[in-house]
């Protein structure tokens, strides 16, 4: 059941029906209700797409996410920059962090490209959650502990929590976090070395352009509709094309 090769959907919905009973405890700290809804939806299709592999991806992602965090919860909260009933995520929340992984397991499913393309949607969506991880725990890192905040691009020192504002700590962190997902996806065997160096530095460089979208356009005049959950999609789906074009890019000069 578990390692039906390939996966299908009986394999996928009764494996998440398993870890959904033996993981509630642990779910119920990080989502709510709507949001366990949502994840089992998001497991299941993960699980279709790639496999137990696929789907450790995610449970690790899950579990560092939440508990980056629940860090300094209280003083976060005091200083108003804590994510929204203590840290439980919704739907919305879910499906934004998922979108370009939910894209590159229709792909996979459907079998789009072939076996020619089916490589590049596994390096997509190891990406895709490498740069949401990177981005979510350089943000809780550097509410709880960055000594100083800086706005991109100018550099100018803001106060914690500020929309497009970056700290050392949280920097480092945030890549830290990218390095260990992808690690777990390189020993699992969906990506090989060269392709979890692609996906830490891509996620590197969307989260970069993410903080300069939100420093200079997130919901200002002109671009309400630029809240935060759009620009949570912006910057994954960036993260799984820059590591697919790079990926690209190194196999056409390998050829050369």
């Given at each position: 059941m578990f390692r039906a090769s390939p996966p299908t959907w009986q394999s996928a919905i009764l494996s998440n029906i398993i870890f959904l009973m033996v993981g509630s405890p642990?779910?119920?700290?990080?989502?709510?209700?709507?949001?366990?809804?949502?994840?089992?939806m998001l497991g299941v299709l993960t699980w279709r797409a790639f496999g137990p592999s696929g789907f450790l991806l995610l449970a690790t992602y899950f579990v560092i996410g939440t508990g980056v965090t629940k860090v300094k919860m209280a003083e976060k909260e005091a200083e108003g920059v804590a994510e929204k009933r203590k840290g439980r995520r919704g739907p919305g929340s879910v499906i934004g962090s998922s979108a370009a992984g939910c894209?590159?397991?229709?792909?996979?499913?459907?079998?789009i490209g072939g076996d020619v393309f089916s490589r590049l949607w596994d390096l997509g969506f190891v990406a895709s959650f490498c740069t949401k991880l990177s981005d979510t725990v350089s943000s809780e890192i550097g509410k709880a502990y960055g000594k100083t905040t800086y706005l991109i691009p100018t550099l100018r020192v803001v106060p914690r929590g500020t929309e497009g504002g970056i700290s050392v700590e949280g920097t480092f962190a945030g890549l830290l976090a990218s390095v260990i997902l992808a690690s777990v996806?390189?020993?699992m065997g969906q990506i090989d070395k060269a392709e979890a160096v692609i996906c830490v530095v891509a996620s590197q460089i969307a989260n970069l352009i993410e903080s300069l979208v939100g420093a200079t356009l997130q919901e200002k005049e002109g671009f309400r509709w630029l809240n935060n959950d759009a620009v949570n999609i912006i910057n994954i789906?960036?993260?799984?094309?820059?590591?697919?074009?790079?990926?690209?890019?190194?196999?056409q000069r390998s050829n050369d």
């Open positions: 642990v779910l119920v700290t990080g989502l709510s209700f709507s949001g366990i809804v949502a994840a089992f894209i590159c397991s229709f792909l996979t499913i459907n079998r996806s390189c020993i789906i960036m993260g799984s094309i820059f590591a697919i074009l790079m990926q690209q890019m190194m196999l």
